[in-house]
């Protein structure tokens, strides 16, 4: 089996075991992603770096001093700060900026040994969840790249997909860590927010920003959260499938879907009762009335307050609105120029959504968990499969225009709000498309979930891997 095809872990054992050297990963994947490089997911490759941390880790492993994730390498999201490579958050005033200091999750990972060489593109300055950014031109999905990998880590789940690397971190705000992970067939991890450190992270909303690994198996998501906890997780085993009790909001996130995704979602719910595992009616309708009033007050006030704050911090030399007219992205300008002009967020509105709103729906939340007696809730992570790329306004289901933005959120907007841990699952394919399963747990409840996960992990369809082979082929020059 080729090294491109191996998970993070399965790559950590074969270098215990001597089967290959780190340096002999990072050929094989510095190989994979100029292959791959119409997909346009990576905003910055550098191979000399590449060869350089793979050079110190194997140095590492012959004097018996490998570290926990020695040798293996990772892509990051373009907004998570890094030292020796730009930061740009894939918008234009941010092109070749390199910040002052790493984000804590990437120091994190450097000191478990890890080979961070790339960054990757995704939706401008994360406000979006197509990826199809016109600073950088689109990332696609190596499922069908005319299509979407979703957003805004789109260019994290181009990448793992379509093993360039095994592995990488993206963040999540309000879907862009489950989302592209559940349209490119990938594990995707949202923590509770506070779970992962924050700092060094381009802002929008601390209030509901956070970063979260996406990988190609669950093995993976477990070995990166373990490496980027603030405090050391809970070990808890794994409950057996008859233990397992989960809500299912029928009445609300399993209504007005592709008429695909509903097939394979459906099916996996029945493979999952039959294996038995409890399935419950739940009704989210006090936490959806709330829900409306706490997720754009909090984004829109937050990002104006915190965005300027970054730039200071990291002596840019520019502020706000420099950063506003070096946006390339319709979409993205669009929103910025809304809330600097007549759409700006009082600072009394802001504070009754976080401070009265927000606890109210976390409330309601944690009672519809302890009631019900439920673990956590079960649902589709999308309603759509990916769209075509250039669908930014509308795109089609079950024959109907629907709003694109509104449409992909819609089920994880939720748990954004809340804070709360959530996981998407890949559980197959519909029309050829990947398809995912969320899977959302009580608010700091993220080594419940990850248990809860291992244990529903062996009932999973697989998922086919994209057919890479009728992609072009191509070599391009290291970015630099």
């Known amino acids: 089996m080729s090294l491109t095809e191996l998970s993070a872990s399965e790559l950590l054992?074969?270098?215990?075991?001597?089967?290959?050297?780190?340096?002999?990963?990072?050929?094989?994947?510095l190989k994979q992603s100029q292959e791959m490089a119409h997909l346009g997911g990576l905003a910055h490759l550098n191979s000399e770096l590449f060869y350089q941390q793979a050079d110190q880790s194997d140095a590492r492993r012959a004097r018996g001093e490998a570290l926990a994730l020695d040798g293996v390498p990772l892509v990051m999201k373009d907004n998570l700060n890094t030292t020796d490579m730009p930061t740009t958050s894939s918008t234009g005033a941010l092109q070749g900026r390199v910040p002052l200091q790493d984000a804590d999750v990437v120091t994190q990972l450097r000191k478990a040994g890890a080979v961070l060489p790339a960054k990757a593109v995704m939706h401008e300055l994360a406000f979006g969840i197509t990826t199809n950014n016109a600073a950088t031109g689109p990332s696609r999905n190596p499922y069908d790249p005319n299509r979407i990998p979703g957003g805004?880590?789109?260019?994290?789940?181009?990448?793992?997909?379509?093993?360039?690397?095994?592995?990488?971190?993206?963040?999540?705000?309000?879907?862009?860590?489950?989302l592209p992970a559940a349209l490119c067939g990938l594990y995707g991890f949202r923590p509770t927010v506070g779970r992962y450190s924050g700092q060094g992270i381009v802002p929008l909303s601390?209030?509901?920003?956070?970063?979260?690994?996406?990988?190609r198996s669950l093995a993976d998501i477990s070995l990166l959260d373990s490496l980027l906890c603030q405090k050391a997780p809970s070990i808890i085993a794994t409950p057996s499938l008859k233990e397992l009790r989960l809500g299912v909001p029928r009445d609300?996130?399993?209504?007005?879907?592709d008429a695909g995704v509903a097939d394979v979602t459906l099916a996996f719910l029945d493979d999952l009762q039959k294996a038995g595992v409890t399935l419950v009616d739940v009704d989210l309708s006090p936490v959806l009335k709330i829900n409306a009033r706490v997720g754009m007050p909090i984004v829109l006030y937050e990002t104006l307050q915190n965005l300027p704050l970054y730039l200071a911090e990291n002596k840019y030399g520019i502020g706000l609105d420099e950063l506003i007219a070096g946006i390339h992205s319709p979409d993205v300008k669009e929103i910025f120029d809304a809330i600097t002009g007549d759409y700006t967020i009082s600072q009394e509105a802001y504070e009754e959504a976080l401070n009265v709103d927000r606890p109210l729906m976390q409330q309601a939340y944690a009672d519809l968990l302890r009631q019900s007696n439920v673990s956590g809730l079960i649902f589709p992570t999308s309603p759509l499969t990916a769209c075509p790329i250039g669908d930014d306004e509308t795109t089609m289901m079950n024959g109907k225009a629907v709003p694109t933005f509104n449409t992909y959120i819609s089920r994880t907007d939720v748990g954004s709000n809340l804070g709360a841990p959530g996981i998407s699952l890949p559980i197959g394919l519909s029309g050829g498309l990947?398809?995912?399963?969320?899977i959302e747990a009580g608010i700091g409840a993220d080594d419940q979930l990850l248990a809860l996960c291992r244990a529903i992990d062996p009932l999973l369809p697989a998922t086919p891997a994209p057919d890479l082979s009728k992609h072009p082929r191509q070599r391009h020059s290291d970015k630099k």
Do not use: C, H, N
């Open 13 to 29: 054992a074969g270098l215990e075991k001597s089967q290959f050297s780190a340096r002999e990963i990072a050929d094989e994947l």
């Open 152 to 178: 805004s880590s789109g260019g994290t789940a181009t990448v793992v997909a379509a093993r360039q690397f095994p592995a990488g971190l993206g963040t999540d705000t309000g879907a862009s860590v489950r």
């Open 206 to 215: 601390p209030t509901r920003d956070t970063a979260g690994p996406m990988t």
């Open 252 to 257: 609300s996130f399993w209504k007005e879907m």
């Open 434 to 438: 990947p398809v995912g399963m969320l």
